[in-house]
């Protein structure tokens, strides 16, 4: 939700940011064989030094909810990025993401890799309409905000990506230029609401 926004917007502040790639490779594979390996202790170095990481998944396995423990232990003081927008609108973007593969190829679409993986919280099958996914959604943001009441060393932050003020309200908390913000990687295919 956001994840290319934000790391259009961390690249033109000059980070070293990772979007789901870590180096040649998916992140959620490298972290998963870190994580195997019995090296818990790095999952996301072990995997690239990036001073940012915008997205873990790669649609079916998602290592920012299945490694939160492993990930705190490696980086104690991180900060953790939630973001927000309509959930009708976010259910249509990942039920036609890729654009065009909800008619091409029906099981590569966002929305159907996740019913199949088995998620924290989203056990296969789950997803079958927009109530589904925003209610498993929901949980994930009271999981997330409840594991950083636990561990205060974090900050956390939340922004609706649809929201005025972001380019700001980021800029002044990363020491990036506001002008960095926008939102990057439409889905051609889902026009305007009706």
């Not at 998944?57 to 927008?85: C, K, M, V, W």
């Not at 409840?146 to 700001?168: C, M, Q, T, Y």
């Amino acid at each position: 939700m956001g994840s290319t926004s934000l790391q259009a917007f961390f690249t033109c502040g000059g980070y070293n940011s990772s979007h789901y790639e870590c180096g040649k490779e998916f992140c959620a594979k490298c972290i998963k064989r870190a994580v195997s390996a019995n090296n818990s202790k790095s999952p996301l170095s072990s995997c690239g030094q990036y001073d940012a990481y915008v997205q873990l998944d790669d649609g079916s396995f998602f290592p920012q909810i299945e490694y939160l423990n492993e990930i705190h232990h490696e980086y104690p003081n991180a900060t953790f990025l939630l973001t927000f927008r309509e959930m009708e609108g976010w259910y249509r973007s990942i039920s036609h993401w890729p654009p065009g593969a909800d008619v091409t190829n029906p099981p590569l679409v966002m929305s159907n890799r996740m019913k199949r993986s088995n998620i924290t919280g989203f056990p296969t099958g789950t997803g079958n309409n927009s109530i589904e996914f925003a209610t498993w959604f929901c949980d994930h943001v009271t999981n997330v905000r409840n594991f950083v009441k636990r561990h205060p060393s974090h900050a956390l932050i939340e922004i609706d990506i649809e929201g005025d003020g972001n380019g700001e309200m980021l800029g002044e908390l990363f020491g990036i230029r506001s002008s960095c913000w926008g939102h990057a990687n439409k889905n051609p295919g889902l026009g305007k609401k009706e």
